[in-house]
């Protein structure tokens, strides 16, 4: 770990790992045990920790502890250790177990909004992303002063999971260096200040395609509208409530973006007038009428606005079928309408989809190709997704 306030919070991430069975070397930059001391690291790690190039030099612990990892994890990166790790400086111990580490890497960086956001901090997390380094994005919140924004260290139990999920996955980072969108999660269109139109969506499956982005080695923009669910951590956060803010929000975040995956369940109509205060029983008398208008077809605007092959679009779509054929004639209608790349196709008629923790799935291609994938959870039909997405992103 570097040295930054945030170390304490390492101290959880430290405690979950070794709660959970993982064996943990702990290496403090000198800087992070100003902020933590060597006796807690070893008390929780159950090992001495290893702080110097110099210490044990007999058992040549800078190449060693590197080579030997199955994981390393970097909490709390500052802003000088991404600076250090992006130029292969090898000024201390840390440094060198970068250099000679060729498991996977996960780096979470904790520091203040402006660190983060200089364009040289930015440029030193896209070359370590290119090369295949894990950097979750930071948290945005309250930071060490009375002051908030993007900088903080995601919280321990969300590090948690990440690392879990990279150590039972073992994914390839064959989305490393991609900058990828994803929406999810169901608009609120308001009625009037209390109420709204929403819908069903869990924003579940959004969340899964987030995460295993995050774990391929995409720097990922989440764009949730309403979610039952936590996003993952290491995500770049994008609230919204209604369609036209999601619109919005999508169009910012894909001028870059090498992917855009459409999973939100959008409004297709919303109220023609938000009522300035609450509706009344009294004067709405018994009938309430309502108009309602056609929102933007958010991923048909997005295929509008590509110039050229970037970037790759997927979109979803949820259908009640009658039968398997029709689900297909079903899905290569909406596909050719919305002109995406990819349309991820449900069939929400007979089997659970709403909130389930499982999903099945019709993969259609505009090169007319299908990939079904049976009944499985939510997180496996995200990483089938991304596999089609790579091996688009890989023709082009
Ligand atoms: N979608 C969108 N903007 C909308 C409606 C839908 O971007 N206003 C996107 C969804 O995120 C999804 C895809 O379009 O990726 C298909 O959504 P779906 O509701 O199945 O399609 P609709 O266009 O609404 O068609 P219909 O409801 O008539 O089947």
Redesign the pocket.
Known sequence: MAGGIAAYKAVEVLRGLTESGHDVTVVPTAAALKFVGAATWEALSGKAVHDSVWAQADQVAHVRLGQEADLVVVVPATADLLARATHGVASDLLTNVLLTARCPVLMAPAMHTEMWAHPATQRNATELRRRGVIVLEPAAGRLTGADSGPGRLPEPRQILDAIDDLLRRRPAADLAGRRVVV?AGGTREPLDPVRFIGNNSSGRQGVELARTAVSRGAAVTLVAASLDVDPPAGVLLVRVGT?AEL?AAMVEASSDADVIV???????FRPDAEAGSKIKKESAGATLRIDLV?????????TRRREGERPVI??????TATSNDDLHA?GKA?LA??G?DL?VVNEVGRAPVFGAVENEVLIMGSDGGVTELSRRSKAAVADGCWDAVVRILAER
């Open positions: 929406s369609a619109h459409m999973t939100a369940a959008v409004a297709d056609q929102t933007v077809d958010v991923l048909a605007d997005l997927v979109g979803f779509a949820a259908e079903l909406k309408r919305k995406c349309l």
